[in-house]
C-alpha cells in the first residue's frame, strides 16, 4: 500500500537554526499538507499546497515558514529560524485532490523536531 | 474551535464492541464526518468517513442519524492493538483544512 514517507525521523537543532522537514507524498496525489502536533495538544493544520502554490494556511505558518515542491516527489517544510516552541511532531499528509466528498488526507509517520 | 464535541477518554476491555459517540451541532449541508486513528508517536490514520446513515468497511462501522447533529464508530470486538486517540472530524468536501479536537484517548484493557 502507497505511503507517505518523511526523514528525519528526528531532528535536533539549536535555536535560531535554519531546518528543513521532508516528505515524499503518494505519487498521484495533487495535494500535500503539514500539520504540527505538540507534544499532549491537537493536532494543528499549518498549510495545504497544490498545483505548487499554497492554497491554504493558518496563523500560526508566519515568514519562518516555507514550503516547496523543489522536484516531483519531494515536499518541504522550512523553518528558517527556529524558536522553543517550534519543538514538535511535524506531519506531512498528502490527498488525491477528490472533490465530490471528503478528500481523505493520508499521513506520514512524523519529524520528531526538537529546539534547544 | 474544534467544530465536535466527544468524550476526553474511554476504557473497554479485550473482545467487546466499543461505541464512540461525537456531537457536531452544527453541522452544515456540505460537511462529511470522518474518523481517524492515533498511536503515539504516529501520524493519525483514516479509519472511515459518511455522510448519513451508516457506513461499514473492515475496521468499524459509522452511523450517524437523519438530523447529523451527532454519530457514532463503532468498533467490533476491540483488542489492545486498538488503544490510541480517536478523533471525530467534520468538514465539507473542498475543505482540506482539518480542524482536530484533543479526541478520545480509548485503553483497552486485557
Known amino acids: 500500500e502507497p505511503e507517505v514517507t518523511q526523514t528525519p525521523s528526528h531532528q535536533v537543532t539549536q535555536m535560531g537554526q535554519e531546518v528543513i522537514l521532508r516528505c515524499v507524498p503518494i505519487s498521484n496525489h495533487l495535494y500535500f499538507y503539514w500539520y504540527r502536533q505538540i507534544l499532549g495538544q491537537k493536532v494543528e493544520f499549518l498549510v495545504s499546497f497544490y498545483n505548487n502554490e499554497i492554497s491554504e494556511k493558518s496563523e500560526i505558518f508566519d515568514d519562518q515558514f516555507s514550503v516547496e515542491r523543489p522536484d516531483g516527489s519531494n515536499f518541504t517544510l522550512k523553518i528558517r529560524s527556529t524558536k522553543l516552541e517550534d519543538s514538535a511532531m511535524y506531519f506531512c499528509?498528502?490527498?488525491?485532490?477528490?472533490?465530490?466528498?471528503?478528500?481523505?488526507?493520508?499521513f506520514g509517520p512524523g519529524t520528531r523536531l526538537t529546539v534547544t | 474551535l474544534a467544530k465536535t464535541t466527544q468524550p476526553i477518554s474511554m476504557d473497554s476491555y479485550e473482545g467487546q464492541e466499543v461505541n464512540i459517540t461525537c456531537s457536531h451541532n452544527n453541522i452544515a449541508t456540505n460537511d462529511y464526518i470522518t474518523w481517524y486513528q492515533q498511536f503515539p508517536s504516529q501520524g493519525p490514520r483514516f479509519i472511515i468517513q459518511?455522510?448519513?446513515?451508516?457506513v461499514t468497511n473492515e475496521v468499524a462501522s459509522l452511523f450517524i442519524p437523519a438530523d447529523r447533529k451527532s454519530s457514532t464508530l463503532s468498533l467490533p470486538r476491540v483488542s489492545l492493538s486498538d488503544t490510541a486517540v480517536y478523533y471525530c472530524?467534520?468538514?465539507?468536501?473542498?475543505?482540506?483544512?482539518?480542524?482536530w479536537g484533543l479526541g478520545t484517548s480509548l485503553a483497552v484493557n486485557p
Open positions: 459518511g455522510y448519513k446513515t451508516k
Open positions: 499528509a498528502s490527498s488525491e485532490g477528490y472533490t465530490g466528498g471528503s478528500d481523505e488526507q493520508y
Open positions: 472530524l467534520r468538514n465539507a468536501g473542498n475543505n482540506r483544512k482539518l480542524i
